[in-house]
């Protein structure tokens, strides 16, 4: 199963991400939750925390800076740029990049 949560600027977006991802994984379900937005902060929402959640941009910005390397695979994306959040959720962070080579 796929659900997208999309919609205006402060529409709930995150809120009603985070909360559907909870409610999933507290029932069992095994939940991926990738976090696309431009100020990217479900995992705040997710009970991540602000500091990990920081981390994880920060590690996704690293593409722009030549840091950190573009992953071609999904394992590799989901590696790199995620974290586990509570209740047993993968969060990663899919934030756009504003350099695709930065090399």
């Known amino acids: ?5 999309a919609g205006k600027g402060g529409s709930g ?3 009603i991400a985070g909360t559907l991802a909870r409610a999933l994984a507290r029932s069992g379900r ?4 990738l976090d696309a937005d431009t100020n990217p902060m479900l995992g ?4 991540l925390g602000p500091e990990e959640t920081d981390i994880l ?9 030549g840091e950190v390397e573009h992953q071609p ?7 790199t740029f ?11 962070v899919c934030s756009r990049i504003d350099q ?3 090399g």
């Open 44 to 47: 705040v929402s997710l009970g």
């Open 1 to 5: 199963m796929n659900i997208v949560v």
């Open 30 to 33: 095994h939940v991926l939750a």
């Open 82 to 92: 995620g974290a586990n959040a509570p209740e047993g959720i993968r969060l990663v």
């Open 100 to 102: 695709i080579d930065p």
């Open 13 to 15: 977006k995150t809120t």
């Open 73 to 79: 695979t999904t394992d590799g994306l989901i590696q």
């Open 57 to 65: 941009v920060t590690v996704r910005q690293g593409l722009d800076t």
